[in-house]
């Protein structure tokens, strides 16, 4: 079972910032956070993953909660190109991901 | 290019026949990945090779389904005697062994089995 639950949709208009919320209440303490994203009719891509700290890249912001029971993935400026289903994952030292449904982005003009 | 390549890209097969697919992963990368993905579901693991070793695999794999890594390299799905619940998208990826685990996925092999 998925490790994580996330919402089934969210809906952004175009250049705002969104803010994708993912639980993971069983964490545990060597456990990564990954966030990865599908676009229609491709594979998943990696997005962001971070342990404990907050972490940024040129694609997206990952904020940890201190707990480390929630994240959330910021798109500081979402594009149309960012309408995808992201998947939040927890991995611990490589092992197979766990993919649940995801969230299913949609951005609107 | 050189990232996770698939082979074919759909196929398409009536129930009982075998069908074969092929992984190229990214060359330095010694893990391997397969997963399976229905419509509207995220990926399901079915199994992984670190080099060429099998290391995990999924309950979902059945004794018809069978995977290998012969030099470490290239992979190949098997799954013999086809049946339509069968029918998914087949996705690769590769990883390097690492303390975190960056998959990069191939764009997947659509299997339709009629």
């Known amino acids: 079972d998925a490790k994580t639950t996330q919402p089934n949709s969210m809906e952004s208009n175009e250049e705002e910032p969104v803010h994708l919320p993912c639980n993971h209440s069983?964490?545990?303490?060597?456990?990564?956070i990954h966030w990865y994203r599908q676009l229609p009719s491709q594979g998943p891509e990696y997005v962001i993953h971070?342990?404990?700290s907050n972490v940024n890249n040129r694609m997206a912001s990952l904020a940890i909660a201190e707990d480390r029971k929630s994240s959330t993935l910021i798109l500081h400026r979402a594009t149309l190109r960012d309408a995808a289903v992201y998947y939040c994952i927890l991995d611990n030292y490589g092992q197979n991901f766990v993919f649940g449904p995801g969230t299913r982005l949609s951005v609107l003009p | 290019d050189t990232g996770v390549s698939q082979d074919p890209r759909h196929k398409i097969t009536k129930r009982g026949q075998n069908v074969t697919f092929r992984c190229d992963p990214i060359s330095e990368h010694n893990r391997l990945y397969w997963y399976r993905q229905t419509l509207g579901q995220g990926p399901e693991f079915l199994t992984y090779?670190?080099?060429?070793?099998?290391?995990?695999k999924s309950r979902l794999l059945s004794d018809r389904f069978s995977a290998e890594r012969p030099k470490g390299s290239f992979s190949t799905l098997e799954i013999q005697r086809t049946e339509q619940g069968d029918s998914a998208m087949y996705l690769c990826?590769?990883?390097?062994?690492?303390?975190?685990?960056?998959?990069?996925f191939g764009p997947g092999t659509r299997l339709t089995v009629l």
């Open positions: 090779f670190q080099n060429e070793a099998q290391l995990e």
């Open positions: 990826a590769s990883s390097f062994n690492k303390q975190y685990n960056e998959q990069f």
């Open positions: 069983t964490i545990s303490g060597t456990d990564y």
């Open positions: 971070g342990l404990t």
